[in-house]
């Protein structure tokens, strides 16, 4: 796994922290900038193997974070992307999901509940896996209508292929959902049949799976 990693937070503090924490974790920060422009041309020419990216940043606090990595996936396609947010932005969070490569996480601030959660997130998203909290998965699906695939699982798979949303093994997934580690394994398998995805690489048919949930229309 790569352990390089750039940091775009605009808070002193925060973005100290950031890299402080990583660092002790085994990461590589290669950069750790403040603003929008700073971020595009980070991601762009060193290509980190992960980037934390807070949505809001200079010149106008808005949604320049973003917008930038969304630009920088359209530069580089499936750069790592890990987004920490205060709130989900639902239409730029689907955007980052929308071309199917995944190696995407969607956190927010105040759900973070310790250090472990937070590194372990960013090793996910930096192997190429999901890491998206619970609320921002709720928004995703609020709005989604119809799926003719996803709508042949069955409410117990639904739960398993959220879970697996939000990068829980399948180990975590039985804890979880007060299943034995066989039952999910069967739920898993046949979410895969569901969803017509051919027999590859476990890690790459979840993801996948992931991709088709949290884009369905």
């Avoid at 927010?108 to 509940?113: E, N, Y």
């Avoid at 998203?125 to 699982?153: C, F, H, Q, W, Y």
């Avoid at 798979?157 to 829980?168: D, K, P, S």
């Avoid at 739920?187 to 992931?210: C, G, Q």
């Amino acid at each position: 796994m790569g352990n390089r990693v750039l940091i775009a937070e605009d808070l002193y503090l925060l973005r100290d922290g950031l890299v402080h924490l990583l660092q002790a974790h085994g990461f590589s920060v290669v950069a750790a900038v403040e603003s929008g422009p700073e971020l595009l041309e980070g991601l762009v020419e060193l290509r980190p193997d992960v980037s934390v990216v807070d949505v809001r940043l200079p010149p106008t606090f808005t949604d320049e974070g973003l917008q930038a990595a969304l630009e920088a996936r359209r530069r580089v396609p499936g750069l790592p992307i890990l987004v920490l947010s205060q709130h989900v932005e639902q239409l730029y969070a689907r955007e980052l999901l929308a071309d199917g490569s995944g190696a995407i996480g969607y956190l927010l601030k105040d759900r973070v509940l310790n250090a472990g959660q937070f590194v372990d997130a960013v090793r996910r998203v930096a192997e190429g896996g999901t890491a998206m909290d619970p609320e921002v998965i709720a928004k995703l699906l609020a709005s989604n209508v119809r799926n003719e695939p996803l709508a042949a699982l069955t409410p117990r798979e639904r739960q398993v292929l959220e879970a697996m949303a939000e990068g829980r093994s399948n180990a975590a997934i039985s804890q979880r959902l007060y299943l034995s580690e066989s039952a999910v394994a069967k739920h898993t398998a046949s979410i895969f049949a569901k969803l017509d995805l051919a027999p590859s690489e476990d890690d790459n048919r979840r993801v996948l799976a992931v991709l088709a949930y949290l884009n369905r229309r």
